[in-house]
Structures are given as structure tokens and as C-alpha cells.
């Protein structure tokens, strides 16, 4: 399970998953190790591989040949296409909620 207790929290595990690996190819470890850098959310193993399983039925991410006991995993360009349009409204949420909160702050 992602683990943060941030009770406005954002980040569901395909979207911090896909998020990492529009970077490039990953193995779990360091798919792990990315998005707590990068957001402070923590995925046990089980939400990890849960999601990156449904994540490779749906053909947005898929598994590269293993490296030793590593399976680097890539997204896909339809997974680079839905992570793109989820930023794009995350984005515009973000914009169009900043703007409304300066502004009502501003009064």
C-alpha cells in the first residue's frame, strides 16, 4: 500500500509508477526508490507489483527481459499517452486552484 499521511494526498500507485518510468526502464527497487524521492510515498511491495501487473494488462507499461534477479519494466506509448493526459488535467487542476486561492486570499 502507498504510505503517507497526508490526508489530501495525490498520488495513486499506477500514477507514481507510470510517472517513474516515463524516465526510463526500471526494476521494482528502484521504481520504489524513485517516487519516495521524488514524493515521499512509500509503495510495499504488494501495491507495487499489483499495479505494475494492471498495469501491464491494460499495455500501458511492459516487462523487459530480467536482469539477474531484476525485471525492469518500460512504459509503453500508450502508457506515455495516458500519463501525459493525466498530468495535462492534474496540471490545469493545479493552475485553475492556485489562481482561484490567490485570488480569494487576496480579499
Known sequence: MARRTDPLGWGSPPLLILGSLAEE?????????DVREQTGITLGPG??????????????VEALPGE????????????????G????EMSRFATT????LSAGVAR
Open 68 to 83: 539477474e534477479r531484476r525485471r525492469p519494466y518500460r512504459i509503453t506509448a500508450a502508457g506515455a499517452s495516458a500519463l
Open 85 to 88: 493526459e493525466r498530468l495535462a
Open 47 to 60: 501495491t507495487l507489483y499489483a499495479a505494475l501487473s494492471r498495469l501491464e494488462e491494460q499495455g500501458l
Open 25 to 33: 526502464p526500471k526494476h521494482g527497487y528502484a521504481i520504489v526508490k
Open 97 to 100: 486552484g492556485l489562481r482561484r
